[in-house]
């Protein structure tokens, strides 16, 4: 972002920080580091709800991509923001490109990761005028002509999405060198593309898959990539392993803030505290996701660090060749 184009944006965010109540709002805005309609945005629907104070109006989201989050973690930090209270929105992702060291010079402990709020799936999903019925139909398709599937995904390779598209291949004997990638500015563009055909297949996210299902998108869902099958309107969709692939990819969505913020403790509090209301499960669900297993905002980092060390066992994965099908 040029210098100019920050100034402006540092502007515009004072004056809508500005209107929201003689400076009682808990934050200014929170930052999904992607295009509208991805997982980033559903993470700072969730941070709206949680921090929602009456007589306040709903807190802004602002858009800003960028490397799939390289962009903001840069500014934040090197202290290059806006001025104001924020937080950001992450997920495994985010902590993917940490693990490859795709954020530079920077690491996991640069900034302060301040809550977990909810967790999701991977998806398997294409167009529901698609040839595939089901999964192992698309990894026959995969093994015997893997240049005629284009994966569309919101990152390049190396990123979520690809990931999991990857070690789909891998599951048909494909190695990921022979995976077709179309990369998008985050998971919004990427399903569009797939509801315009643009690409065949989309290793995408349960809880973008569901809002898209719910205004009439024509997907279809393979699989996801869970334990168990998920609740609410995936419920009748197998997981990967009921279909004979050994494939489960959860995906945590949280928040963190620049290290040294003096409202962090402040805002961890307040995200705690909504955790803890008896109608948070509900909200959480209704965005197509499901409450973490995480106790407090203490075991926080200690978690974001062990999902970064296991992001790296998953990348040594797909070093190794595919065994033959």
């Not at 390049?156 to 990931?163: E, L, N, P, V």
């Not at 055909?197 to 299902?213: I, N, S, T």
């Not at 805002?267 to 909504?274: C, G, H, I, K, S």
Request: with cysteine.
């Amino acid at each position: 972002m040029s210098r100019g184009r920050r100034a402006l944006l540092a502007l515009l965010l004072a004056l809508s920080g500005s209107s929201a109540g003689a400076g009682t709002a808990l934050a200014d805005r929170c930052v999904a580091p992607a295009q509208p309609g991805g997982g980033f945005e559903l993470t700072c629907l969730l941070v709206r709800e949680a921090l929602a104070q009456p007589g306040q109006p709903p807190l802004p989201v602002l858009h800003q991509p960028g490397g799939i989050g390289a962009l903001v973690y840069d500014e934040v930090v090197r202290g290059r923001r806006p001025p104001g209270v924020e937080l950001v929105a992450f997920s495994t992702g985010t902590l993917l490109n940490l693990a490859q060291g795709r954020f530079g010079r920077h690491g996991v402990d640069d900034v302060r990761w301040l809550a977990l709020l909810a967790r999701d799936h991977g998806v398997v999903v294409v167009h529901r005028d698609a040839p595939w019925r089901d999964l192992p139909a698309l990894l026959r398709a995969l093994r015997e002509q893997p240049g005629t599937v284009a994966f569309a995904a919101g990152g390049t390779i190396g990123s979520q999405d690809w990931m999991k598209a990857a070690l789909l291949a891998r599951a048909a004997g494909v190695g990921p060198r022979a995976l077709r990638l179309i990369a998008f500015e985050g998971g919004g563009d990427a399903m569009r593309a797939l509801i315009g055909r643009h690409a065949q297949v989309l290793a995408g996210d349960a809880a973008e898959v569901a809002r898209q299902l719910e205004q009439g998108a024509p997907l279809r869902v393979l699989a996801v990539l869970a334990p168990q099958r998920l609740a609410g309107l995936l419920a009748a969709v197998p997981t990967a392993r009921e279909q004979g692939v050994d494939l489960v990819w959860p995906i945590l969505r949280g928040v963190y803030v620049a290290r040294d913020l003096p409202e962090a403790d402040r805002l961890a509090r307040q995200l705690e505290v909504a955790r803890q209301r008896p109608d948070w499960a509900a909200q959480v669900q209704r965005l197509g996701l499901a409450v973490p297993a995480v106790s407090s905002a203490a075991e926080v980092p200690a978690q974001v660090r062990e999902e970064v060390a296991r992001l790296r066992q998953a990348l040594e994965q797909l070093r190794r060749p595919p065994e033959a099908r």
